[in-house]
DNA sequence: GCGGCATGGTGTATTTAGAACACAATAGTA
DNA sequence: TACTATTGTGTTCTAAATACACCATGCCGC
């Protein structure tokens, strides 16, 4: 919650530099430990969790816009962005519109303005991601997607259609590259499909699906050092995994 | 082109009743005598073709949005309509930031106004669809999807994106219940998916992947009338595929 | 150091879906 | 009545997806 003052600022602020009515909302992917991950905040001084997300520059495009959101948020510079949908319900926001409607007139109250949000779905490498809260947060972190918390607004319809266009865009694009370390086992990869799908594949089906995209490289090494049979290592092949990703992998007519 | 004081009606108007920097543009699809058709319009006093497009009342979902709009344009209610895209390049909209403003300063001119636009694509019964001009426009008609003049601002690409989108979804989601008449025989339903993906399918192949489906329903009553022989004719199982609509097709892994 | 066991790599039958193709039925036409 | 264009239906062939089996490796406990 802000006090008066901050909230003058900040509404100021707002309408000098962003574009009014709409904001940005990213559910943001992470995967460690066979857990899928989603990077939600904490806000200051409420038990109220929301998605990371923020507002669009005046003169800025609506991608950067997102990646700058996400540069704040996590340091990472190159992330897997793609837009899924827009949410525009006038009442989707009215939890925001009502807050602080006591404190300020709605003309000069920027939250009192009915938003339209553009959602965004990111796959970020867990282990480089540095989780800063905002200025409105106390806490930003990753939470296991099967332990999410209540989210306020409409942001768990927002997570749930960025699942659902995550799943979807598996069948014709490659994922992976973004959600997994420079090299990896396929098990590991395998684990991050069925993570994401929700469901177990069988691994030799797996293997060779996956390999006849061609868009992975073998290592001549193979990790050492774990117990058991030491697996190859695998990374992703940049230029074949580019060229999936705007030509598709299969499809159906 | 407005006068100035058409211009300042217009604006002020505008300012009141829609949301600022958001506005809609529809790509309409249409399907006659075997041919894709888009619904395009012409600017008065200008060699200009547009899509058709509006903006968001205040307090309107924008779905309902729209669909009012297209109601607008066509005369139809129940219409498909699907949301694929937003487009937010500050500079997509610049010619008409820059139209007016020698005439109204940019305070006042709603056309000076950084735009995102929310793109939907809609299917549409032909037959039924009366296409009929907006306020700036002079003509409102079906063009050929391969006969397409060009449109202004970044509506062909647009359009390229809802024929990328449709053709995508056509793998995942039934299709046709919105573009055929009622009843319709299997040749005139395959020629539809022929035109929508640009290329030829097999006859006895289409007819098993669409009947194994399960939305097709065939009447008694084969066509009479025509030379050769009658083909039988079909209708949509509504209710199957209501649910295939919204449980998709098939699907990868 | 040797067998147990968990893990990973590779191969092979079986089933299913898709592509290619052939033939029969019908209705108008020469 | 033969011919032709069109539609309905079935069959074969091939590729992909699925299911399952076996071998290799490396640590562990004894």
Redesign the pocket.
């Known amino acids: 919650m802000f006090t008066k003052q901050e909230l003058i600022e900040f509404c100021d602020n707002a309408r000098e530099n962003y574009l009014a009515h709409i904001s940005i909302d990213s559910v943001v992917f992470g995967f460690h430990e066979g857990q899928l991950k989603v990077l939600v905040l904490k806000m200051k001084d409420e038990e109220a969790w929301y998605l990371p997300g923020g507002f669009v520059l005046k003169n800025e495009p609506i991608e950067k816009a997102a990646t700058r959101i996400l540069k704040e948020r996590t340091g990472l510079d190159e992330i897997f962005l793609q837009q899924f949908h827009v949410f525009g319900d006038p009442e989707r926001s009215r939890p925001h519109r009502d807050m602080y409607k006591e404190m300020l007139p709605a003309a000069e109250n920027w939250f009192a303005n009915r938003f339209l949000t553009i959602g965004y779905y990111a796959l970020v490498d867990f282990m480089n991601a540095v989780p800063a809260p905002d200025q409105h947060s106390i806490l930003c972190a990753w939470r296991d997607l099967d332990d999410m918390p209540a989210l306020e607004l409409d942001h768990s319809i927002i997570l749930k259609t960025a699942l659902d266009t995550l799943r979807l865009q598996l069948n014709y694009q490659p994922i992976g590259y973004n959600l997994m370390p420079k090299e990896f086992?396929?098990?590991e990869l395998q684990k991050l499909y069925e993570t994401i799908l929700g469901k177990k594949l069988?691994?030799?089906?797996f293997?060779?699906?996956i390999l006849g995209f061609g868009i992975l490289k073998r290592s001549e090494q193979p990790r050492k050092?774990g117990?058991?049979?030491?697996?190859?290592l695998y990374s992703f092949d940049l230029k074949n995994y580019q060229s999936a990703l705007t030509e598709g992998l299969?499809g159906?007519w």
Chains 1, 2 share one sequence.
């Open positions: 086992t396929m098990p069988d691994r030799r089906n293997q060779r699906r050092g117990a058991h049979k030491a697996p190859y299969q159906g």
